[in-house]
Every structure is written in structure tokens, then in C-alpha cells.
């Protein structure tokens, strides 16, 4: 893949270029503050950008501001946040366009070095891919309405597996369950959200996710 990595830590950021490269990936461009990440993805269109939230020169979310701009100029341009902490809120900015390609994970899951691989290839092809503690927190926090106090214990089970990335042969392999029963609880859970049958599939994983985080109801294309 065609890669851009985006980390005011000179230590870590050529780490991870040289975590991608031995893996046999092209890193385009390694850059260390939120206008340089804009411009790299205009400039390089990567298959997929490593985004750390927290950049100069504030060092609070000018990361996640920069990469949701970079989205604006180029729609769907997949992004995979890195944090040290826990923010629900950071994943909720960055899935509110409804497009999917996104994901959001503590700097500790780079160390575990398939995992993270895995994760950015799934963001890479249109997956959206949230770190498991930040699913642990949303659901410590109770943070549901608009629908989602209506889904079942089995279904909030698999919408918290769905927002960890996971595909429905994943979920089914998580939860020992066969295919068919999975893909039966999703068309459950997009029904109770109110996401409409008309909708792509993918856009409506994205959407039940974003409900899921927000503890809000299903956000539309327009």
C-alpha cells in the first residue's frame, strides 16, 4: 500500500516507516504537523494516512482536525488515528460524515505489530475500526438512546464488535455463532436504528456505528 504517516514524534514516526517498509509497503511521505498531512494526502492520494490525534502546536486534537480536513478535500480518504488516550469523542468527529474508512486506536496496539497491521489494512479497504477500549468505555459510559436501548444484549454485543472492524465471519468466529445468525441480528440492528434498506450496506455499518458512539440517532448522506 501507499502510505503517509503523520507524527510530530521523530521517534515513533520512523519507527512506523520502518515497520511499513519491512512489511513491503511505500511510505510517501512521513510528516510531523497537521498542514504538512493536508498537503501530503492532496499531493500523494495514499491508499491510507497513520494519523497521530495530537500534533503541534497545541498538542491537543490538531491531528484529528488535520486528517478531517484532508477528508474534505479528498472524500473518504482513508485515515487511521493513533492515540495514547482513550477519547470516544475524537472516534465520533471522525466518523461523522458517514463515509466510513476510519479508524481510532491507542498508540500501545502499534506494539502489537499484527494487529495493528491488520487494522490498518481493514481501514485501508473501506473498514471502520475502533480500538477495543474505546468500545469498552462507550459501553461503560451508557452513553445510548435513539434506538440503541432498544437493541438486544446479543445485538449491542455485535454493534460493539462491528465497531471494532469486525467483518460478520469475524463476529460469528468472536461469538461462536453461525453466519446466518449474525447477518439475521445486523438486519435486526439496522432496522431498530432506523437505517433504510436502500442504503449500502457498508454506509449502514458506519452509520450504526456512529449512533453507537453517539448515543444518537442514525445520521444522514445530506
Known amino acids: 500500500m501507499r502510505i503517509v504517516v503523520a507524527d510530530d ?7 512506523l516507516v520502518r515497520l511499513l517498509v519491512e ?3 511505500r511510505v510517501q511521505a512521513a510528516v510531523g504537523d497537521g498542514p504538512a498531512l493536508v498537503a501530503a494526502v492532496l499531493e500523494h492520494r495514499p491508499d ?3 494519523v497521530d490525534v495530537r500534533m503541534p502546536p497545541t498538542h491537543t486534537d490538531e491531528g484529528l482536525r488535520a486528517a478531517i ?5 479528498v472524500p473518504g480518504a482513508p485515515m487511521l488515528m493513533l492515540s495514547q488516550y482513550v477519547e470516544a469523542s475524537y472516534a465520533g468527529d471522525l466518523l461523522a460524515d458517514g463515509t466510513g474508512s476510519v479508524g481510532y486506536l491507542l498508540k500501545d496496539r502499534v506494539a502489537r505489530v499484527e494487529e495493528f497491521l491488520d487494522a490498518l ?5 473501506g473498514a471502520t475500526v475502533l480500538d477495543p477500549q474505546v468500545v469498552a ?4 459510559a451508557r452513553r445510548r438512546d435513539g434506538g440503541v436501548s432498544a437493541l438486544t444484549a446479543r445485538e449491542r454485543e455485535i454493534l460493539a ?8 465471519a469475524a463476529v460469528a468466529r468472536r461469538l461462536v455463532i453461525s453466519a446466518s445468525a449474525v447477518e439475521k441480528h ?7 436504528l432506523g437505517l433504510p434498506p436502500d442504503d449500502d450496506t457498508r454506509h449502514r455499518r458506519v452509520l450504526a456505528v456512529l449512533t453507537y458512539l453517539g448515543g444518537r440517532g442514525p445520521v444522514s448522506r445530506g
Open 9 to 15: 514524534s521523530v521517534l515513533l514516526r520512523e519507527g
Open 23 to 25: 512489511d513491503g509497503h
Open 48 to 50: 491510507v494516512s497513520i
Open 69 to 73: 480536513s484532508a477528508r474534505s478535500y
Open 121 to 125: 489494512d481493514r481501514v485501508a479497504h
Open 137 to 140: 468505555r462507550l459501553l461503560a
Open 161 to 168: 464488535l462491528m465497531a471494532e472492524g469486525c467483518s460478520n
Open 186 to 192: 445486523i438486519g435486526n440492528i439496522f432496522a431498530k
